[in-house]
């Protein structure tokens, strides 16, 4: 599985759009990117996950580069409860049943 | 639909015992995944049972084991419980075939004293 990174937190002000970026430059041709956020004691969320093709659904858009080393989760309006931590996971998927959770970026939405 | 349950909620468990958690899936779904999380660890992949069997497995010790029924829910179980086993144990479900979304549980936290 390709490992991704990204960065530890990120802050962002109600209303305004979020976007939080990963790094998996080793992704390989038949993974995909997956992101899941976990509200805080609550079990982890799928959001959106993705290919090589930019993707939107009503929680997220996912936009991912063309060479696939990087992809950024965009929330258009954040609000509070969308306060949480992040988690982009590449990963070859035939069930996405097995899935690498790194740490993370935990956004905090503000006032 | 009913979202995936897990039971017990809070668990507080002595060195040395062992427990079962509890998963039931959503109606449907076939697949059961279990993860540990732990602040120093973070979330990790224990296994994943489907149909019955085991179809896929993490890097954990022979202590922590599961199984699944023909109804598809799921227990996991904990033999000689170490303090290093206090986490949040999260079941996750998702439905046949080609999918690309869990559902995960709200999650039974475990402590070991």
């Known amino acids: 599985d390709a490992k991704t990174t990204q960065p530890p937190s990120m802050d962002c002000a109600e209303g305004r759009a979020a976007n939080l970026p990963c790094n998996h430059s080793?992704?390989?041709?038949?993974?995909?990117v997956y992101w899941y956020r976990q509200i805080h004691s609550q079990g982890p969320q799928y959001i959106i996950h993705g290919l090589k093709n930019n993707e939107t659904n009503e929680m997220a858009s996912l936009i991912i580069t063309e060479d696939r080393k990087s992809s950024t989760l965009i929330l258009p309006h954040a609000t509070l409860r969308d306060t949480a931590v992040y988690y982009c996971?590449?990963?070859?998927?035939?069930?996405?049943?097995?899935?690498?959770f790194g740490t993370g970026t935990r956004l905090q939405v503000t006032l | 639909k009913a979202g995936v349950t897990q039971t017990p909620r809070y668990l507080i468990k002595t060195r040395g015992q062992q427990v079962t958690l509890s998963c039931s899936p959503i109606?449907?779904?076939?697949?059961v995944s279990w993860y540990q999380q732990t602040p120093g660890q973070g979330l990790q992949f224990l296994f994943e049972y489907f149909s019955e069997t085991q179809r896929n497995k993490g890097n954990f010790p022979g202590r922590f084991s599961g199984r699944q029924f023909s109804n598809s829910r799921s227990e996991m179980n904990v033999s000689t419980l170490e303090l290093g086993d206090s986490a949040l144990y999260l079941c996750?479900?998702?439905?046949?075939?080609?999918?690309?979304?869990?559902?995960f549980g709200p999650g039974t936290r475990l402590t070991v004293t």
């Open positions: 080793t992704i390989s041709g038949n993974e995909y």
């Open positions: 996971i590449a990963d070859y998927t035939g069930t996405a049943s097995k899935l690498t």
């Open positions: 996750a479900s998702s439905a046949a075939g080609f999918t690309y979304e869990q559902y």
């Open positions: 109606s449907g779904h076939r697949s």
